[in-house]
């Protein structure tokens, strides 16, 4: 570990026993704030720390705009007239071949697997703020070779990297949200970021809407034109953001932590929240003697990769890639007019974005396990429900408007309680000391699953090869009862906890299903004792 950073022996075992008591006791008012300010104090307390955490928030509008646009695209005559074939010969009908109907999805997804591991590295090393200030600034580089473009694989190319960019924001809003705000708004917070993911790719959709009946180029270059407000925005307001606290205090710059905490509302208590800081800070440490990658494998770190691992895993295994990436391709399967597909497509993501706004005021009560369960299960149910549905002949008109309506009531549970609550437990559960990198392992391997379902789903459902159409709802109705099995056992409940509370659930090896149920009020860090265990 860098010397700079925070380290064990500035506190333990050299300083005297009074002064380490002197700093834990610090620690647990602090700790007590935490737990005894409501959400409507937060909010006027808070308001600058609230402020920033909504700026960043908006990198995720990226996260939802970019692979929709390309999924999306598949969908646009001009798109395939200009880059496909005619099929059959003279009909006047164009179609894309599988390989490319494949990889304009897949292009972001690249950059998915790939930046989150860059992205967690620079988090830990360099901080969200400066992180997301210079991915941005090289993106508009990129964004050129897809507006410039004008062959499938120079658009294909762009589209890569600015997705090498752009996709560790799944990484940099998470870290920087999660480390800002209170105990009581940290939840709310971190689902807002499926709410920008869901709002960017409605965006996408409303313009493709707009331009998709287009007879030229433009169908298509507008989306990526617009694109570039984004890291405009992102540069202007990252060169004024504060940095996280957190992050200052791990690197020992504590006179900038003070600063940073004045900014987001911590102007009372400050010498016992940085002490919190600096406690929580050193737990993780004793737990990881370096901050690299390797740490994310050892000890109870393993664990917390894993759960973040598979807990972000989930919300491609249940579907969602068939609905956001290819919904409008899959109302088209279903019979109706491109037209209709792009309606559909429109009202389904504002539907998202409804479930999701509901979910803000749950999410406090609900908290993660349980809603984690019970929308995977609701999810799974209709996915087989659309292979059911699929089994009617394709003659049967209220059987395909059916499969149109289970996507659209699909994508709303899901943003109801899946999609935000993957963002706050993957967030929650990480080590402060290797948040970014367990995050960044996290994103990394379920983008690999997603990689492999969107370049087979092209295959399985066009009719010019598998033609599983929606009976592709079975396969993925199959693999929820997988992630609900793991969520019973293994997906523990974070909310109202703070990042030290979680670490020593974690070291003692705390059950999933008891996370909420144990007594931390009496721990004591310094003789080792702990709460009663429900």
């Not at 897809?146 to 694989?153: F, I, K, P, R, T």
């Not at 599983?468 to 993925?476: A, E, N, P, R, T």
Request: charge should be negative; charged fraction near 15%.
């Amino acid at each position: 570990m860098a010397s700079s950073e925070f380290q064990a022996t500035d506190i333990s075992p050299d300083l005297k026993h009074d002064a380490q008591r002197e700093l834990v006791e610090s620690s647990q008012r602090a700790t007590q704030r935490e737990h005894d300010l409501t959400i409507r104090q937060a909010l006027t307390k808070h308001r600058s720390a609230v402020f920033w955490a909504a700026y960043f928030i908006l990198p995720g509008f990226v996260i939802g705009y970019d692979p929709t646009i390309l999924g999306t695209l598949v969908g646009v005559p001009q798109f395939r007239k200009d880059f496909g074939y005619e099929h059959p010969v003279g009909s006047g009908n164009y179609v894309l071949s599988s390989s490319w109907t494949s990889a304009f999805p897949y292009a972001p997804i690249i950059g998915f697997l790939v930046a989150p591991l860059w992205a967690g590295w620079c988090v830990d090393r360099f901080g969200p703020r400066k992180t997301l200030l210079c991915c941005t600034t090289l993106s508009l580089g990129t964004l050129l070779m897809e507006v410039l473009g004008n062959s499938a694989g120079l658009i294909f190319a762009g589209d890569i990297l600015t997705g090498l960019l752009t996709g560790g924001f799944p990484v940099l809003g998470p870290a920087y949200i999660g480390e800002i705000l209170p105990v009581s708004l940290r939840g709310v917070g971190l689902a807002a970021n499926n709410f920008a993911q869901v709002a960017g790719s409605f965006i996408a959709i409303g313009i493709l809407r707009g331009t998709e009946t287009r007879a030229d180029k433009w169908a298509y270059k507008i989306p990526f034109i617009t694109e570039y407000a984004f890291p405009v925005i992102f540069i202007l307001g990252a060169l004024f953001a504060p940095e996280t606290p957190w992050f200052l205090v791990k690197k020992a710059r504590y006179e900038e932590a003070e600063k940073s905490l004045k900014r987001t509302g911590y102007t009372e208590d400050l010498d016992d929240t940085l002490a919190h800081m600096k406690e929580t800070i050193l737990l993780g440490e004793q737990c990881t003697s370096s901050a690299t990658y390797l740490d994310c494998f050892k000890g109870t770190n393993f664990r917390r990769t894993a759960i973040c691992s598979i807990c972000y895993s989930g919300q491609f295994f249940c579907g969602v890639n068939v609905v956001s990436s290819y919904a409008t391709y899959f109302f088209q399967l279903a019979g109706v007019t491109t037209d209709q597909a792009f309606d559909l497509s429109l009202g389904m993501f504002a539907l998202g974005i409804v479930g999701n706004i509901i979910s803000w005021p749950l999410l406090s009560i609900w908290g993660r396990r349980l809603p984690y369960i019970l929308t995977t299960c609701a999810t799974g149910v209709l996915m087989f429900l659309i292979g059911f549905l699929d089994l009617a002949p394709s003659s049967n008109t209220p059987a395909l408007y059916a499969k149109s309506s289970m996507l659209l009531v699909f994508f709303f549970i899901y943003n109801f309680g899946l999609g935000p609550l993957v963002y706050a437990l993957i967030a929650e559960i990480p080590s402060t000391t290797i948040r970014g990198k367990t995050m960044g392992v996290a994103c990394a391997f379920a983008h690999i699953f997603s990689l492999v379902l969107t370049a087979a789903l092209p295959y399985a459902m066009s009719p010019l090869e598998a033609d599983w159409g929606g009976k592709i709802g079975f396969l993925f109705g199959g693999l929820s009862i997988g992630v609900i099995i793991w969520a019973c056992l293994c997906l523990p409940e974070t909310k109202g906890r703070t990042f030290e509370e979680l670490d020593i659930l974690f070291e003692r090896n705390t059950p999933a299903w008891k996370f909420a149920s144990t007594d931390l009020t009496n721990f004591d860090r310094l003789d080792g004792t702990h709460g009663d265990q429900a």
